[in-house]
């Protein structure tokens, strides 16, 4: 993975047992390996919510801060050889410390996505299992949320195209961009979350492939909700919020 910034004095590395967390000390000092299991917050009363989705995010409240917490799991066929293990190529090819390197140059680069906290890894063998908190994103809904109670503006869309396009011009290939992945809060703070298998790449034809993506997402989010809860006129802002100011023509025929 490309790294453009280097990790800070503030985050620490630990082996612990049979592997290794990664945390920042300065938003989760008093962080341990117990953070990492729900039953040590289910113990203190302290879940207070959980997303669905290919595996469980839990939330978590500590006195500070909101958590969400979650344990990497298997989608598709591969999921019914196994669950959540996965082989063990090196610490930096881990899912978790490779999401939560990325996610924390965004979040120093000022990019809209969660503080990363904690990752971590147990490594049984040639394979292991891992997990990562982030720090929680409050009074946040995503878009799928927001399309199940009503359509959404065009100024909406418009903002949203915007945000995308800056992750883009960063360089940030999102591997899973979809409408439950993009957050949105108050007014329009508009946040990314979730970059298991994101990087870091210079522009190119995964541009489109990412917008391709997310409008095949909103029409199946969209697919048995009212007719007009997403139309050609809302994707269509969203090309224009993400291609306002760019200096091109516009998107390729695949965006469309």
């Given at each position: 993975?490309?790294?453009?910034?280097?990790?800070?004095?503030?985050?620490?590395?630990?082996?612990?047992?049979s592997g290794?967390?990664?945390?920042?000390t300065?938003r989760?000092?008093?962080?341990?390996?117990?953070?990492?299991?729900?039953?040590y917050?289910?113990?203190?009363d302290?879940?207070?919510?959980?997303?669905?989705?290919?595996?469980?995010?839990?939330?978590?409240?500590?006195?500070?801060?909101?958590?969400?917490?979650?344990h990497?799991?298997?989608?598709?066929f591969?999921?019914?050889?196994?669950?959540?293990?996965?082989?063990?190529?090196?610490?930096?090819?881990t899912?978790p410390?490779?999401?939560?390197?990325?996610t924390?140059?965004?979040?120093?680069?000022?990019?809209?996505?969660?503080?990363?906290?904690?990752?971590?890894y147990?490594?049984?063998?040639?394979?292991?299992?891992?997990?990562?908190?982030?720090?929680?994103?409050?009074?946040?809904?995503?878009?799928?949320?927001?399309?199940?109670?009503?359509s959404?503006?065009?100024?909406?869309?418009?903002?949203?195209?915007r945000?995308?396009?800056?992750?883009?011009?960063?360089?940030v290939?999102?591997?899973?961009?979809?409408?439950?992945n993009?957050?949105?809060?108050g007014?329009g703070?508009?946040?990314?979350?979730?970059?298991?298998?994101?990087?870091?790449?210079?522009?190119?034809?995964?541009?489109?492939?990412?917008?391709?993506?997310?409008?095949?997402?909103?029409?199946?989010?969209?697919?048995?909700?009212?007719?007009?809860?997403?139309?050609?006129?809302?994707?269509?802002?969203?090309?224009?919020?993400?291609?306002?100011?760019?200096?091109?023509?516009?998107?390729?025929?695949?965006?469309?």
């Amino acid at each position: 993975m490309n790294e453009r910034i280097a990790l800070g004095s503030e985050t620490r590395r630990v082996e612990v047992g049979s592997g290794v967390m990664l945390y920042d000390t300065s938003r989760a000092g008093n962080l341990t390996p117990s953070w990492f299991e729900v039953d040590y917050w289910r113990g203190r009363d302290a879940l207070v919510g959980q997303a669905g989705g290919r595996g469980t995010t839990w939330f978590a409240a500590t006195p500070d801060i909101g958590i969400a917490l979650r344990h990497y799991r298997r989608g598709g066929f591969i999921a019914r050889l196994s669950e959540d293990r996965y082989l063990y190529l090196g610490d930096a090819k881990t899912r978790p410390m490779h999401e939560w390197r990325l996610t924390y140059q965004l979040h120093r680069a000022g990019l809209p996505v969660p503080a990363p906290l904690g990752a971590r890894y147990q490594r049984d063998g040639l394979t292991y299992r891992g997990d990562l908190i982030t720090e929680r994103i409050e009074d946040s809904r995503s878009v799928a949320q927001r399309l199940r109670d009503s359509s959404l503006p065009l100024s909406d869309w418009i903002a949203i195209g915007r945000c995308i396009r800056r992750f883009h011009d960063f360089g940030v290939c999102h591997a899973d961009l979809n409408a439950h992945n993009i957050l949105w809060r108050g007014d329009g703070e508009i946040f990314l979350i979730d970059f298991d298998r994101g990087s870091l790449r210079p522009r190119g034809m995964w541009c489109d492939a990412n917008l391709v993506r997310l409008r095949r997402s909103l029409l199946k989010v969209t697919a048995e909700l009212p007719t007009g809860t997403f139309s050609e006129t809302d994707w269509h802002s969203v090309l224009a919020g993400y291609w306002q100011g760019a200096g091109n023509v516009g998107p390729s025929a695949a965006a469309h």
